[in-house]
């Protein structure tokens, strides 16, 4: 049984940062891609970033490039996300996806098998 746990949300001001980071249990190889979708009350879930299972193939929405960084931890299927300069829009519940399938990397939030509970980030202006 896979369990993706995030943490790191919080409140902040308009142009400021926050970290995430997710951590998956229930999986003995690094092997699966992981990435970051986000949702706003009222809306569908957006993919926000994502990266394949070595981290070095990295893809971003697009309302996120270059603000937002995805990377691999040091420890099996962890995963980050810095977010600089947030704005108001970016005020969601995020939440940590990983790929069902071994390599397979993943663009969309439709392709991610598994997904966390969240973690509340709220951007004030």
């Known amino acids: 049984q896979v369990r993706l746990v995030e943490s790191g949300g919080g409140s902040v001001q308009a142009g400021g940062s926050l970290r995430l980071s997710c951590t998956a249990s229930g999986r003995t190889e690094d092997k699966y891609a992981m990435g970051w979708g986000r949702q706003a009350p009222g809306k569908e879930r957006e993919f926000v970033a994502g990266?394949?299972?070595?981290?070095?193939?990295?893809v971003y929405g697009d309302s996120v490039k270059g603000r937002f960084t995805i990377s691999k931890g040091g420890a099996p299927n962890t995963v980050y996300l810095q977010m600089n300069n947030l704005k108001p829009e970016d005020t969601a519940v995020y939440s940590c996806?990983?790929?069902?399938?071994?390599?397979?990397?993943?663009?969309?939030?439709?392709?991610?098998?598994?997904w966390g509970e969240g973690t509340q980030v709220t951007v004030s202006s």
């Open positions: 996806a990983m790929v069902g399938e071994k390599y397979k990397m993943a663009t969309t939030v439709r392709e991610y098998d598994y």
């Open positions: 990266t394949n299972y070595h981290g070095e193939d990295k």
